[in-house]
Structures are given as C-alpha cells and as structure tokens.
C-alpha cells in the first residue's frame, strides 16, 4: 500500500517562505515522476512543479524563480521550497506521485498554504 505523507504547511506573510515535505512509502511501480499540486476552493487542482525520474523538472510560470522542487532518491521525498510567497500562493498543497500509462495517480492528504497579511 502506497501512502504519501506532507508536511510543512502553514500561514505566512507576503514575501514570506515555507519548506513542504512528502515522504512516499510502500512500493511504487511505473513511476514517471513526483510532483505538487494545488488547489483552491472551486477550481480544478493545477501542476506547481515536477520532477521526473530523470530528473527533469517542470515549473508553472508563476512560481518560476521562487520555487524549487527537488529529492531524496533514497528515501523517496520529495521537497517544495517556496519563498517570495504571494496571496495568490494560498492553496491546499498536494504532494503527487504520477504514474505512466493508465496505471493512476497516488496523492497525498494536502497540506494547507496560506499567504496573508
């Protein structure tokens, strides 16, 4: 049984930072990548960053230069730093395991990120 587990959420002032966690445990076949989602209330989830088992890596535009996703191959994590955070940062984070194929998605609890003054 495959369970991700996210840590690191919080509230923070604009311009503030914060470090998300996922630890991923139990086996995991045809992975393509671990990444983040977000989603605010009423909207679809979207892509925040990925990083593929090559380690490729994809950002959404508006996170470009604050945001960093990266790894721990061996313990199967996988990080969010966030600085120069924005209101519009403010979401439930989900941590995602995406698979190839139509093998299917694992994803985390979420963790909320909330960006306030």
């Known amino acids: 049984q495959v369970q991700l587990v996210e840590s690191g959420g919080g509230s923070v002032l604009p311009g503030g930072s914060l470090r998300l966690s996922c630890l991923a445990s139990?086996?995991?076949?045809?992975?393509?990548?671990m990444a983040w989602r977000r989603q605010t209330p009423g909207k679809q989830p979207e892509l925040v960053a990925r990083?593929?088992?090559?380690?490729?890596?994809y950002y959404r535009d508006s996170v470009k230069g604050r945001f960093t996703i990266s790894r721990d191959i061996a313990k199967n994590a996988v990080y969010l730093q966030m600085n120069s955070l924005k209101p519009e940062d403010t979401a439930i984070y989900y941590c995602?395991?995406?698979?190839?194929?139509?093998?299917?998605?694992?994803w985390g609890q979420g963790t909320q990120v909330t960006v306030s003054s």
């Open positions: 139990g086996r995991i076949d045809n992975m393509y990548a």
């Open positions: 990083i593929t088992r090559l380690g490729d890596i």
């Open positions: 995602v395991v995406e698979r190839y194929g139509s093998s299917g998605d694992y």
